[in-house]
């Protein structure tokens, strides 16, 4: 059984810089996709960004793109999610996703396991 922990979300000004981290455990070899999404209050959850364990393909958000960068630490099963130049429209809670089934997608039926959150909320 695949577990997610996040970690690192906090209060930041607009403009600012944060890391968000997973924490992945209950891998197999065949190593899951992953990925993060975010809702805020009162919208959907959508697609912030994803990586492939194995090939480490990345995929971003047209909202993100050239703002955000993930990362993966294969060795410590640690999947991170570098956000830079935050606004505070990007408030919300940050979700880490894994699918069983390597699809690199970027929907959220296509993520099996998720982790319980982590709180970002950015000032203006």
């Known amino acids: 059984q695949v577990q997610l922990v996040e970690s690192g979300g906090d209060l930041v000004q607009a403009g600012g810089s944060l890391r968000l981290s997973c924490a992945a455990s209950?891998?197999?070899?065949?190593?899951?996709?992953m990925a993060w999404f975010r809702q805020a209050p009162g919208k959907e959850r959508e697609f912030v960004g994803g990586?492939?364990?194995?090939?480490?393909?990345?995929s971003f958000g047209d909202s993100v793109k050239g703002r955000f960068t993930i990362s993966s630490d294969n060795s410590k099963n640690m999947v991170y999610l570098e956000m830079n130049g935050l606004k505070p429209e990007e408030t919300a809670v940050y979700y880490c996703?894994?699918?069983?089934?390597?699809?690199?997608?970027?929907?959220?039926?296509?993520?099996?396991?998720w982790g319980q959150g982590t709180q970002v909320t950015v000032s203006s």
């Open positions: 996703a894994a699918d069983s089934l390597r699809r690199n997608g970027r929907r959220i039926d296509e993520y099996n396991y």
């Open positions: 209950g891998l197999s070899s065949s190593r899951p996709s």
């Open positions: 990586i492939s364990w194995r090939y480490l393909r990345k």
